[in-house]
């Protein structure tokens, strides 16, 4: 038995340094290069340079490498003071979601399909609801307006990371290119609107949707009242 041979009994050296946190930043790594379907408890491992097995002191299979990526995005959110200013106040949630959800946005849709119970999962969907409670929001219209709002947002990151090659760019040659076809194409609304389909600016379109969304919501709000 050499000085580099484990003991027998004893875990393999990766497997003794496995942690939650370790296990977490490898499956981020995974969504990052092949996208949430690609995750598996093997794909993880060998991130890892570990047997599969191991992971099973961590966490609870596929479904618990998922819960522990959308704990761990949501709990990375700096969330800020809540001021009673509505717009405000969801305004700047939403940006420090966004800001957390860029480092890491195939993994964002996380957040719309798993059910977390952790104070850490739940902090961010308690800013949301407490804002909605203090603007005089209905328990339950504050749930469906939380839906609605998150939805908005991690559609929009989608949009903003993925879509641009297909639906626009700030590439001024790939504008130009795409603004002839797009003007050629026999549809006299989608000519018209050529100049703006063929470009597209990740931050200025988050700005028109929570913008959008905001508006929609404070009428919502002074039609109720």
Do not use: W
Request: proline share 4%.
């Amino acid at each position: 038995m050499t000085a580099d041979t484990p003991r027998r009994g004893r875990p393999p050296k990766n497997e003794r340094q496995l942690s939650r946190a370790a296990i977490v930043e490898a499956t981020l790594k995974v969504i990052d290069a092949d996208g949430v379907s690609a995750v598996s408890m093997r794909a993880v491992g060998r991130v890892l340079g570990v047997d599969a097995k191991s992971l099973y002191n961590h966490v609870e299979g596929k479904d618990g490498l998922l819960d522990a990526v959308a704990e761990h995005l949501l709990g990375s959110i700096a969330l800020p003071d809540i001021t009673g200013d509505l717009r405000a106040d969801l305004s700047a949630i939403a940006t420090a979601f966004r800001e957390s959800a860029l480092a890491h946005p195939e993994a964002a849709s996380l957040v719309l399909t798993r059910q977390l119970a952790s104070f850490e999962g739940l902090a961010p969907i308690e800013a949301v609801l407490d804002v909605l409670h203090n603007a005089g929001c209905t328990p339950d219209e504050s749930v469906h307006l939380l839906r609605t709002f998150v939805a908005m947002l991690i559609g929009t990151l989608l949009r903003e990371v993925n879509a641009g090659p297909t639906y626009g760019t700030i590439d001024t040659a790939v504008i130009a290119q795409r603004q002839a076809t797009l003007e050629r194409s026999g549809l006299p609304s989608v000519a018209a609107a050529a100049r703006h389909l063929a470009r597209f600016e990740g931050a200025e379109e988050y700005e028109f949707a929570m913008n959008f969304a905001m508006n929609a919501l404070l009428a919502r709000l002074a039609d109720q009242s």
